[in-house]
């Protein structure tokens, strides 16, 4: 932890949860341990178990650590002034608070929300809404709601971060993920299907691009439709980023899918610096210069080479990393020690299986076959015994 996070944490602790300074000696908790030069605080307290019952129990300290940062950071009062109260019993600002504390608590559904969590959680009791005030519709209008105030909450966010953790932007690292729908969506138009991170290419989805810094304080997102290529998103999170918080001192970290040189070229109009993964093809160019020089230890565990580009632009890094060979080595062997025990398994099915079955060899094609077992010695149509 860094000293500006020390700080922040300090500062986060030497507060209530309303923004009220602790006293200098502040109260004892339950679990305290007895003070032993005070009289009287080393007095055991009897309780009868017999006696005792618990009803109603609730999830408590999660939530209220959460409802607690909430208030810190400030965004219950900026949804109050952003979105104006009408006559719903619950305002927009504790919906939003409700959805927030859940993701930081157990990301689940709306629905799960609704139904579930929320009714064994305490945020009847530190919020005021009952569980029946806080069902689907609700939660999912107040998702429409939030949006047209995403820009004045990245900003709160970006100040009140800066204020607590010393902030640090001048490196940037961007990547895009994805997330799928269950339904159709037919009515979302960014609904698209493309490239899945989940593995369900066969489910319409939507790009999220995200910005975090060094230390991975989100700084800002866009959403993008689910068929966009990672590369055209680039200038699009660039120009959001740098209307914000300006475009000055700015170090851009990106993957390989992010680079084209039209990505690059634009970077660099702007006065922008960056460090990005090499294409192969590009990458193949240098291989030979880059071999023919000797490692250069970075830092403890990691060694690397450098080549600046000929017309002086750029510098072409090579890194390696013993600790990272050691994990890929790792990584091979427990895939090869699964595969070898499969082949195992389906060895031993193969061998049980002769004696009940047949194996049948089945024509399909002049060059395609496949084979399957069969437990009973009628022969199928246009089979050959084999075996």
């Not at 999830?59 to 607690?68: K, N, T």
């Not at 939003?96 to 930081?104: D, M, P």
């Not at 020690?337 to 193969?350: D, F, P, T, V, Y």
Request: net charge negative; with cysteine; glycine share 8%.
């Amino acid at each position: 932890m860094t000293a500006g996070e020390q700080n922040g944490w300090a500062k986060l602790g030497s507060h209530h949860l309303d923004g009220q300074s602790l006293p200098r000696r502040p109260q004892r908790s339950l679990f305290d341990p007895p003070r032993r030069d005070v009289p009287g605080e080393d007095e055991p307290l009897l309780v009868k178990l017999s006696s005792i019952r618990l009803e109603r129990s609730r999830d408590f300290g999660e939530v209220w650590l959460a409802w607690g940062l909430w208030r810190m950071l400030g965004l219950d009062d900026l949804l109050e002034e952003l979105i104006e109260r009408g006559r719903e019993d619950v305002s927009w600002a504790t919906m939003a608070a409700i959805l927030t504390i859940a993701r930081f608590c157990e990301p689940s559904s709306e629905l799960h929300i609704a139904d579930t969590w929320y009714r064994r959680t305490a945020l009847e009791e530190l919020l005021g809404a009952t569980p029946e005030q806080v069902h689907t519709e609700r939660l999912y209008q107040a998702l429409d709601r939030l949006l047209p105030h995403k820009e004045a909450l990245e900003k709160r966010l970006r100040e009140r971060l800066g204020e607590l953790f010393e902030l640090k932007c001048e490196l940037l690292l961007y990547d895009v993920t994805s997330t799928y729908f269950e339904g159709n969506r037919e009515g979302c138009a960014l609904a698209k299907r493309g490239y899945s991170r989940d593995s369900r290419p066969d489910r319409p989805q939507v790009c999220i691009g995200l910005v975090v810094t060094e230390e991975g304080f989100p700084l800002g997102y866009e959403v993008f439709a689910g068929n966009t290529h990672d590369s055209p998103t680039v200038p699009t999170i660039i120009e959001a980023l740098e209307k914000k918080y300006g475009a000055l001192g700015r170090v851009w970290v990106m993957d390989c899918g992010m680079v084209s040189e039209a990505n690059l070229k634009f970077l660099r109009e702007r006065g922008g610096q960056y460090i990005v993964g090499t294409p192969k093809a590009m990458l193949r160019q240098f291989e030979q210069h880059l071999t023919a020089q000797d490692w250069t230890v970075a830092q403890e565990g990691v060694e690397v080479k450098l080549l600046p580009s000929p017309d002086g632009a750029e510098t072409f890094i090579l890194a390696r990393s013993a600790d990272r060979r050691t994990k890929e080595l790792a990584m091979h062997e427990k895939f090869t020690a699964q595969l070898e025990a499969g082949l195992r398994k389906m060895q031993s099915i193969a061998r049980s299986a002769r004696s009940t079955a047949r194996l049948w060899f089945v024509i399909s094609t002049p060059t395609t076959a496949r084979w399957s077992t069969a437990s009973t010695s009628k022969k199928p149509t246009c089979c050959q015994e084999i075996g």
